[in-house]
């Protein structure tokens, strides 16, 4: 793992314990007001080095209107691209079932300056159902890929359309 939201404070601590959690690796920045992409770079250049299979990297978001922090994203895609070539693989945006319809917009600037490949819903343990993805999906065609309905490791599950849709009218 690679801790690279450097712009919230408690962010690098909840992914050590979620490192320490799932028995993972994670790198960190080394000093304080590190830039995130040098973070990254430094953790997909490490697993490059030992063989793993994935490096998942965390980076600031749900601010879309934040311009610093879309050109560090920016800046994290380039650094990874340029450790492994044609990487990042995969880049998820996490998005909370809680927002409503202001995920539209945050996915839609997100998919133009990164290019998001797919969705992660979350906090869908509550009374959110998260329904607004729904319109996400159908106008720029990004695919859901996982649901997170809690805070256990086992809580990040695949996306089910049939379930997702049955809880939404249930």
Do not use: Y
């Not at 063989?51 to 920016?74: A, Q």
């Not at 691209?81 to 909370?96: C, F, H, Q, Y």
């Not at 869908?124 to 649901?147: T, Y």
């Amino acid at each position: 793992m690679a801790a690279g939201d450097t712009f919230r404070a408690a962010a690098t601590d909840q992914l050590e314990i979620w490192a320490e959690r799932t028995g993972c690796e994670i790198v960190i920045a080394e000093q304080e007001n590190a830039k995130a992409s040098s973070v990254l770079s430094q953790a997909v250049k490490r697993g490059k080095e030992e063989g793993f299979d994935v490096v998942l990297c965390d980076t600031s978001g749900r601010l879309h209107t934040n311009f610093s922090l879309m050109e560090e994203l920016i800046a994290c895609k380039k650094a990874v691209g340029k450790v492994v070539r044609g990487a990042p693989n995969e880049i998820l945006l996490v998005l909370d079932g809680n927002t409503g319809l202001n995920m539209l917009p945050q996915a839609r600037e997100f998919n133009e300056v990164v290019g998001i490949t797919g969705l992660i819903l979350t906090k869908l343990d509550g009374s959110a159902r998260g329904g607004c993805v729904v319109s996400v999906v159908d106008e720029l065609g990004i695919p859901v890929k996982f649901v997170g309905v809690g805070e256990g490791v086992e809580d990040l599950q695949p996306f089910d359309a049939e379930a997702f849709v049955n809880a939404i009218f249930s």
